[in-house]
């Protein structure tokens, strides 16, 4: 499999790799092993994509227990659904990352019912430590964390509330009271900034 | 709104909030039909969506050390799902939750205060209002809590960021305080307690949700029973209390 030019930019600021040089150390072909079944290909996967797939959990979730469950549904998810990663639609990365974002948005929408404190007590806020794997990863954040920046307040807050919090755009327009419309076209002019500062096609 | 608006805007205009997993499932869906037919949405959806999965960076957590473990041990037992083959997607496992969704709670709250606060043309401080709500709601460490009353009837429930070092409280389902009296809001610390203010009146239930600032250690929150004009000290007992983490 070759590198599609317009993903492997991405794809090459996630993690350590599993062989510098050796074919198979980049994510997306490592899938394409993971999909015939390679187990070590999986536990590199696991190595380069696990802290992204929590993280995501926790972010939305924001309960470290309900988290890990998440992650590992997530996470097995890519072992079961290797075989459909499509390059052509997009990076190996942001494949992993939407299945976790979306698996934790849908698990937060789906359950309306009001924590206790006693369930919060039973799961006590554990505080893990925010580690980024590798150096590269930390560039990775303090890129995003400038071009998230650069986007007006408005821009900023939409996108923020949506994807870290798992906000729909309308719950987004209620909590900022701004009309519909403007956050709908917030989202996406922030993006499209995100997407430009960040140099991704 | 939605579904009669739907025709009438232009569904390009989605994809930001398609990206961001910010459209409902029903939206989701009429977007992904659209997008079936439009490859310039395509290409658009595919460069929002690299842009939102890098914002992924910024939260990368280790995970804790047994999931590895398990996650490779249940891989070798978990067959694999063949090109061809397109089984449906498995049902969410049947347990309960006990986490609410903190966006999902707060915009019903701000959805009943904000049409309070606009009717009293106090649109300004609305604003800088939900401003300091969005910072305190999407600030990456945002923890929320939900305390019952202690009558058994109603609960609050606190969203708190030790960065921001402010919460946002609002309360559903309280009953109506006694004719003359209001709910008052405190901070109660290991120095004593610190009024925060009158409880806005509740509507459908809700009380509009109230910004606090000027946490200190050792503090949780609590509502008690006051005369309408306020107290300078809490009258016992009260009706409900939230620890904060510390």
Known sequence: MTDNPSWSPDDRGHGRRAAPGQPGDDLGSLLTLVARGDDAAFAAVYTRVSGHVFGIARSVLRDPAHAEEVAQEVLLQIWRDAVRFDPSRGSAMAWVVMLAHRRAVDRVRAEQAATTREQRVAHPEVSYDVVAETVQARLDAERVRRCLGSLTQLQQESITLAYYRGCTYREVAVL???????????MRDGLIRLRDCLGVE | MGRFSWRRTDPHMLAGAYALDALDSADRARFERHLSGCPACRQETRGLREASALLAATSVTTPPDGLRDRVLAAAAHTRQ??????????????????????????????????????????????????????????????????????????????????????????????????????????????????????????????????????????????????????????????????????
């Open chain 1, 176 to 186: 900022l009271d701004v009309p519909v419309g403007t956050v709908k076209t917030r």
């Open chain 2, 81 to 246: 799902n063949q090109p061809a083959s397109s089984p449906p997607r498995p049902a969410w496992p049947r347990r309960r939750w006990g986490i609410a969704a903190a966006c999902g709670v707060l915009a019903v709250a701000l959805a009943f205060g904000g049409i309070a606060y606009n009717a009293q043309h106090q649109l300004h401080q609305m604003q800088a209002r939900s401003h300091a709500i969005a910072a305190v709601l999407g600030a990456p460490d945002a923890t929320m809590m939900t305390g019952r009353a202690a009558s058994g009837t109603g609960r609050a429930t606190v969203v708190m960021s030790h960065r921001a070092r402010a919460l946002v409280f609002t309360t559903a389902a309280l009953p109506a305080p006694p004719s003359a009296h209001r709910y008052e809001l405190w901070l109660m610390g290991p120095s004593g307690s610190r009024p925060v203010g009158m409880l806005p009146a509740a509507h459908g239930g809700t009380t509009p949700p109230m910004i606090v600032t000027g946490l200190r250690a050792g503090d949780q929150v609590a509502v008690t029973v006051e005369p309408a004009s306020g107290s300078r000290q809490p009258t016992m007992p009260m009706i409900v209390t939230v620890a904060l983490p510390s």
